[in-house]
């Protein structure tokens, strides 16, 4: 014999943590603007190339892209990898350096700035999140790993915008949209 189907009902204080929750994480994004952007150093690899990435060097070109993501060859960061990755010549037209950073060792990153970055920028190694934590970045709910947290940096070295969503959907449309409206203010025009 068959169970009957249930009825739904509404769970009103299940619905009201999971929302309030959603709403936290999303307005939590580490740094603030307005913040130092702490300076780092570390290995990175652009096209399975090894280099030292330095911020402030980069920061010397122009505005930098900064994102942090959980784990390269994962379902979320592989989608955020491919849009950042289409989007890099807008923002080296825009005078901007985008950076990638994850726990992962070197080696995995080789691969994936070659697979999932497409060649496009740079993915650097975070395997103690040293980085992420100078930069309030860690997933408090995924011990071990960064968040999925992005920054822009402009060459003063300020932080002037921050995100964080585990959904990587909107991280390349803001920090685009945020590096626009910083160049508009330095009356620099749209590219």
Same mark, same amino acid.
């Given at each position: 014999?068959?169970?009957?189907?249930? %009825?739904?009902? =509404?769970? /009103?204080?299940? #619905?009201?943590? @999971?929302? +309030?929750? $959603?709403?936290?994480?999303?307005?939590?994004?580490?740094?603030? %603007?307005?913040? =130092?952007? /702490?300076?780092? #150093?570390?290995? @990175?690899? +652009?096209? $399975?190339?090894?280099?030292?990435?330095?911020?402030?060097?980069?920061?010397?070109?122009?505005?930098?892209?900064?994102?942090?993501?959980?784990?390269?060859?994962?379902?979320?960061?592989?989608?955020?990898?491919?849009?950042?990755?289409?989007?890099?010549?807008?923002?080296?037209?825009?005078?901007?350096?985008?950076?990638?950073?994850?726990?992962?060792?070197?080696?995995?990153?080789?691969?994936?700035?070659?697979?999932?970055?497409?060649?496009?920028?740079?993915?650097?190694?975070?395997?103690?999140?040293?980085?992420?934590?100078?930069?309030?970045?860690?997933?408090?709910?995924?011990?071990?790993?960064?968040?999925?947290?992005?920054?822009?940096?402009?060459?003063?070295?300020?932080?002037?915008?921050?995100?964080?969503?585990?959904?990587?959907?909107?991280?390349?449309?803001?920090?685009?949209?945020?590096?626009?409206?910083?160049?508009?203010?330095?009356?620099?025009?749209?590219?």
């Amino acid at each position: 014999m068959e169970k009957p189907a249930r %009825p739904h009902r =509404p769970r /009103p204080l299940r #619905t009201l943590a @999971a929302g +309030l929750l $959603g709403l936290s994480l999303a307005a939590w994004a580490g740094l603030k %603007p307005g913040s =130092p952007a /702490p300076d780092f #150093t570390a290995p @990175a690899s +652009l096209g $399975g190339k090894v280099f030292q990435f330095s911020l402030s060097e980069s920061l010397k070109q122009g505005p930098v892209v900064l994102y942090f993501y959980p784990a390269a060859f994962t379902s979320g960061c592989t989608v955020e990898a491919h849009q950042f990755a289409e989007a890099t010549d807008k923002f080296k037209a825009m005078g901007a350096t985008v950076i990638g950073v994850s726990h992962d060792d070197i080696e995995t990153l080789k691969k994936f700035s070659v697979s999932e970055c497409r060649s496009k920028f740079a993915v650097a190694a975070d395997p103690d999140l040293s980085i992420a934590k100078s930069y309030d970045a860690t997933a408090w709910y995924m011990p071990g790993h960064s968040d999925r947290t992005s920054f822009v940096i402009v060459p003063d070295g300020t932080v002037i915008y921050s995100y964080s969503a585990l959904k990587p959907d909107e991280h390349v449309k803001n920090t685009m949209d945020a590096l626009e409206k910083w160049k508009a203010q330095q009356g620099v025009p749209k590219s």
